[in-house]
């Protein structure tokens, strides 16, 4: 459990590729503020995703977003990521003025994907407070994966259950590094 309660990130928080000559993150009042900028986790560029590495097959992570999209293809979420080919984003996003929420997936064994990659699931948000967050949560078992939101705390539903987890491995995706689990903010261009 982190509670970004620290002057600096732990070093175990990593993003892809180096840093940015501009910060864009930063802790303060017990959260992580993530700026959204125009680079898609697909884009071959540093995008603001902080995340941590998956260390077991069987793991969970789980965030509580305050995200307000203003425009369509602005999103932000949760992310397991194993390079800009293969990675799956659970995000809060807005298609023609309404919010939803959706599932989406990069495989790179899909030749001409696009770098925001295909949308699973999606299913309009439900109703909250002002202000409230939207929680989310990505479950690993084994080569599968659920992913799951809340609108109250604990109140898990689940948008996709069983989803193929092989695509983050290093079998499909190649590389070494394995897949992280993190959050992620994007804004259209």
Do not use: C, M
């Not at 307000?68 to 298609?95: K, S």
């Amino acid at each position: 459990r982190e509670e970004f309660d620290g002057a600096a990130l732990p070093p175990q928080w990593i993003t892809p590729r180096n840093p940015p000559r501009q910060p864009w993150h930063r802790l303060g009042d017990g959260a992580l503020q993530v700026q959204a900028r125009p680079v898609r986790l697909g884009d071959r560029a540093n995008p603001s995703l902080l995340a941590l590495r998956q260390q077991h097959p069987h793991a969970s992570a789980s965030t509580a977003l305050h995200f307000d999209p203003q425009r369509d293809g602005d999103i932000a979420g949760l992310a397991a990521f194993q390079n800009e080919d293969y990675w799956y984003l659970l995000g809060l996003t807005v298609e023609g003025g309404v919010p939803v929420l959706v599932l989406d997936r990069r495989d790179g064994r899909h030749a001409g994907e696009p770098a925001t990659g295909t949308r699973l699931a999606r299913r309009p948000l439900p109703k909250r407070a002002q202000g409230a967050p939207l929680y989310l949560r990505i479950v690993a078992r084994g080569a599968q994966y659920d992913f799951e939101y809340a609108v109250r705390e604990g109140q898990w539903q689940t948008l996709a259950r069983d989803v193929d987890g092989t695509v983050l491995s290093t079998a499909v995706a190649g590389g070494f590094t394995g897949a992280v689990l993190g959050v992620y903010a994007g804004r259209a261009p």
